[in-house]
């Protein structure tokens, strides 16, 4: 079965200051995309980065990048210069690529407060 | 386009009563999933479509569950007999069916529902 792990229920960070989110799986596929997916209170999930498994490069979205670790199955998501706006849940998902499914796993959730 | 949009944001009924949940995707997204999500948790897969045709359906779709697309724009999630175990966000994403965005799912706001 896939499953994906966030083992942190809850962070907080101070305003500009850096914060790492973790995210481990469990899957026998070799191909697949992680995310990490954000949702605010009582808003809509945004979709923050992703990351082909296929690519050694670790991915960057502005204050956002990840950091891909392939053979241990961990894919932790870092914020810099947080801001307030960045509390959220923020969700980590996976998906086989080219497989029989094309349904988003998700794990449990880390709420992320950002203190002013 | 304004991105997924669904319809009410907010259900209460009583249990055994029906509801009716509506979706509209992305203009250009041929695929539409439906998700649940329970406080706490991260959403889990519900079932998903490509055009017209449902693809893959979870098993956490009872009976009392239909979804239908019929014509390969807006999608419809019902339950029938509603139950209290039902109250949950439900989501809907949609993506592209082809290319490497295709495993990019966009998300709605949700549809809270509250079975009293």
């Known amino acids: 079965a896939q499953t994906v792990t966030q083992s942190q229920p809850e962070m907080s960070v101070q305003e500009a200051e850096t914060v790492t989110l973790s995210c481990t799986y469990d899957?026998?596929?070799?191909?697949?995309?992680l995310f990490w997916y954000k949702q605010p209170p009582s808003r809509q999930m945004i979709l923050v980065i992703r990351?082909?498994?296929?690519?050694?490069q670790n991915a960057t979205e502005n204050r956002f990048s990840v950091n891909f670790q392939k053979a241990a199955k961990s894919f932790s998501l870092k914020i810099s210069d947080s801001q307030l706006g960045d509390t959220a849940m923020y969700f980590c998902?996976?998906?086989?690529?080219?497989?029989?499914?094309?349904?988003?796993?998700f794990g449990t959730g880390t709420l992320l407060a950002v203190q002013p | 386009d304004t991105g997924v949009s669904q319809n009410p944001r907010h259900k209460i009924t009583k249990r055994g009563q029906n509801v009716t949940f509506r979706c509209d995707p992305i203009?250009?997204?041929?695929?539409l999933y439906w998700y649940r999500q329970t406080l706490g948790q991260g959403p889990e897969f519900l079932t998903y479509?490509?055009?017209?045709?449902?693809?893959?359906k979870s098993r956490l779709l009872s009976d009392r569950f239909s979804a239908e697309r019929p014509k390969g724009s807006f999608s419809t999630l019902e339950i029938q007999r509603t139950e209290q175990g039902d109250s949950a966000m439900y989501l809907c994403?949609?993506?592209?069916?082809?290319?490497?965005?295709?495993?990019?799912?966009?998300f709605g706001p949700g549809t809270r529902l509250t079975v009293t």
């Open positions: 994403a949609s993506s592209l069916a082809q290319g490497g965005s295709s495993y990019e799912q966009y």
């Open positions: 479509f490509q055009n017209e045709a449902q693809l893959e």
């Open positions: 998902a996976f998906i086989p690529r080219g497989g029989a499914t094309n349904k988003l796993i």
């Open positions: 899957t026998s596929e070799n191909n697949y995309y």
């Open positions: 203009s250009e997204h041929n695929r």
């Open positions: 990351q082909e498994a296929y690519k050694q």
